[in-house]
């Protein structure tokens, strides 16, 4: 119940194309879904979060996309740039209570010139 | 500080030592976690300090591993008798508290068990 599924692994996209990474979960106590970005070397770093009562939220080129009945959430990342290869990771948490952040597995996003 | 510091940044230890871990948290931050990131893999979360309640300890993986918090700023993760599979990069956030979510993050500690 605790678990945020991620998919895909890895993802390759051509420079300016739209890679759009899934995760879904299984505990309707969770009310944060916050995206975060880590480079080699370094640690997460929030990249945007959005809470249950929207479906869209955007942040210059990132959009989470949220779908409450179907417990998933995305993001997208539009006119993709090199700067932009990275891990992802999404994750999912509390306001009030258990406040941990639950991870999903990552996604290694490549984006090619 | 202006960020989260964690120290040391890299860590070789020998099979059955016990080591010690430490983050310095924002100042202010009332929230303090720590993660585990082992290679190529998600982040594992160990334990919660929120304030002065009691930690939530629900993902230590064994009693060779505790934390503790002083004063509600500092904390230090120490992991007795090292194992080969505790080598990892250890990952501490804090945020401002309760229904303050955003979390931020050090760069870890990347330990190495020999």
């Known amino acids: 119940q605790q678990q945020v599924k991620q998919s895909p692994q890895s993802l390759i996209v051509q420079k300016g194309g739209i890679p759009i990474i899934n995760c879904a979960y299984e505990?309707?106590?969770?009310?944060?879904f916050p995206w975060y970005q880590q480079f080699p070397g370094k640690g997460p770093a929030l990249l945007i979060a959005i809470r249950p009562d929207v479906s869209e939220k955007k942040e210059g080129r990132f959009t989470i996309s949220f779908n409450k009945s179907a417990k998933q959430f995305s993001l997208h990342i539009m006119d993709s740039q090199p700067g932009d290869s990275a891990t992802y990771f999404c994750a999912a948490s509390m306001i009030q209570g258990a406040q941990k952040l639950v991870f999903g597995q990552g996604t290694r996003l490549t984006i090619n010139p | 500080g202006a960020g989260v510091s964690q120290s040391p940044s890299n860590k070789v230890t020998e099979k059955g030592k016990d080591v010690e871990l430490r983050c310095d948290p924002i100042s202010g931050h009332t929230a303090l976690y720590w993660y585990r990131q082992s290679l190529g893999q998600g982040l594992e979360f160990l334990i919660y300090f929120q304030g002065n309640s009691a930690p939530d300890k629900s993902g230590l993986p064994s009693d060779r591993f505790s934390a503790e918090r002083t004063g509600g700023s500092v904390s230090t993760l120490t992991i007795q008798r090292t194992q080969q599979e505790d080598s990892a990069v250890y990952l501490c956030?804090?945020?401002?508290?309760?229904?303050?979510?955003?979390?931020?993050f050090g760069q870890g500690t990347r330990l190495t068990v020999v």
């Open positions: 505990n309707t106590a969770f009310d944060y």
């Open positions: 956030a804090s945020s401002v508290g309760p229904g303050q979510q955003r979390a931020f």
